[in-house]
């Protein structure tokens, strides 16, 4: 039931369909985003950093050399409608931006961007305890591929293959996520979240060369300030995150995750981290509105 913004118009969820010679469904190119409205303590529902979300998926499309047929507040006007529309407190969203069926073949200069928004209840991602116990991650055989990484600031359909295998594998493997490397060896990022890890009181990440670069993780930067922490960007191996004192992924849908294992071996305490804790309160605080963020 509900409603999902599709080119322009409100149409009934049920009869937002698309065509089987849809050319995104063949070949893979599109761009989406994933976004998230919470209930917030002043002002009703209010969706996080809309604006970071609705200029990231523009760049995506850019990279991809598709235009997006709409205006940057036009796609944000169709976000808080979705979400008004369908009456939702707490909701997941997602837009994205496809070829249709009007043409097959690889030539795709010629063909219309559609887009479509849709939103839905979507409260929690992880098992909620899994936000105060942490999580446990294997190495995926999976990387980071060569395409994936030079257009690494896209978030596009296509290039979430490698993802979708290595959630599988550390799935099957009895652990909660997976931790995908570049083509170097680096630690790149999580199936769909930025990673963090501490030592010694320092915040360090994965420069952007290899991950994408998440809203989330731009949030802890301003957040880490905030509270004096220091974050240093740089390649990361695997085993700096084994002796590692605290862990934990980012991202609009995991939040700030603690990860408590990596390959079988403790990371830390084996729970979550007094840093990630901290960190943790205060994105729930900023995406509630009780601070900026
Ligand atoms: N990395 C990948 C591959 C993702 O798909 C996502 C999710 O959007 C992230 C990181 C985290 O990004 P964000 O914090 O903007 O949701």
């Not at 990231?56 to 507040?73: G, N, Q, T």
Request: proline share 3%; glycine share 8%; hydrophobic share 40%.
């Amino acid at each position: 039931d509900g409603v999902i913004w599709l080119d322009g118009k409100m149409v009934p969820w049920r009869e937002a369909k698309v065509h089987v010679l849809t050319h995104t469904l063949h070949y893979g190119l599109g761009v989406f985003e994933g976004v998230r409205a919470y209930s917030t303590v002043n002002h009703g529902t209010s969706i996080f950093r809309l604006q970071e979300h609705t200029d990231r998926l523009f760049r995506s499309a850019h990279i991809l050399a598709m235009d997006i047929p709409y205006s940057k507040e036009e796609l944000n006007e169709a976000q808080l409608a979705v979400v008004r529309e369908n009456k939702l407190e707490e909701a997941y969203l997602r837009p994205m931006c496809f070829y249709g069926s009007e043409g097959m073949g690889l030539r795709a200069d010629n063909l219309k961007t559609h887009v479509m928004v849709a939103s839905w209840d979507w409260p929690s991602y992880m098992d909620p305890e899994a936000k105060e116990v942490g999580i446990k991650i294997r190495t995926s055989s999976y990387t980071r591929h060569h395409v994936n990484i030079t257009m690494c600031k896209a978030k596009a359909n296509g290039n979430y293959i490698n993802s979708i295998l290595a959630l599988r594998e550390a799935l099957e493997s009895g652990c909660d996520e997976a931790l995908l490397l570049d083509n170097e060896g680096y630690v790149a990022e999580g199936s769909g979240e930025n990673f963090f890890m501490v030592r010694n009181g320092i915040i360090y990440t994965p420069e952007l060369t290899s991950c994408l670069e998440g809203i989330t993780r731009d949030t802890i930067f301003h957040l880490a300030a905030e509270h004096g922490y220091e974050i240093r960007e740089k390649r990361l191996t695997r085993d700096e995150v084994y002796v590692a004192d605290e862990a934990f992924f980012t991202g609009t849908a995991a939040e700030v995750l603690p990860i408590r294992e990596l390959d079988g071996r403790q990371i830390g305490s084996g729970r979550r981290g007094p840093i990630t804790e901290v960190l943790q309160a205060a994105y729930f605080d900023a995406v509630q509105g009780r601070n900026k963020g």
